[in-house]
């Protein structure tokens, strides 16, 4: 059963535009470390940050809450399970609204795709839930 859809599609240009003014600030705000380590590994690291941007909004969206109700940025982080799929962790308050949408005896599944063709990148998320084992 899905719980929740998010579409979001990002300005390359501007993340690299606001990462250009706001540095560490900025980076530190949004991203966690294993999404700034990854990204800092990357070749177009700029292009990294704005999927990943991308995919936090969308799943902001899918979460039914946006950035407010006590979800906020790091608490939605970009990783990739060992089969290399790629998904959103979530912590704090973000995985709080999750628990609070998960039916009983259902657990959350996390799909998610990223992508990005400049100047644009782009991140759909479909957040459902599948009966426990």
């Known amino acids: 059963m899905i719980l929740g859809i998010g579409s979001d599609i990002t300005d390359i240009r501007r993340i690299e535009r ?3 003014r706001h540095g560490e600030r900025f980076l530190e705000r949004i ?18 940050y704005a999927k990943r941007f991308a995919a936090k909004e969308a799943c902001a969206k899918a979460l039914g809450t946006g950035m407010r109700g006590g979800v906020w940025w790091r608490d939605m982080g970009v990783v990739n399970l060992p089969s290399g799929r790629p998904t959103i962790q979530l912590t704090g308050g973000a995985q709080k609204r999750l ?6 005896g259902f657990e ?3 799909d998610l795709t990223i992508s990005d063709e400049g100047p ?5 998320v479909v957040i459902s839930a599948v009966p426990k084992p």
Do not use: H, L, W, Y
């Not at 380590?37 to 177009?44: G, I, L, S, V």
């Not at 628990?99 to 009983?104: C, D, L, M």
């Not at 644009?120 to 759909?124: D, N, P, T, V, W």
């Open 18 to 20: 606001v990462i250009g």
């Open 99 to 104: 628990e609070a949408i998960t039916p009983q």
């Open 108 to 110: 959350a599944r996390i």
């Open 120 to 124: 644009m990148a782009q991140a759909f």
């Open 31 to 48: 991203f966690t470390a294993k999404e700034r380590e990854r990204a800092e590994c990357r070749r177009n690291r700029i292009e990294s």
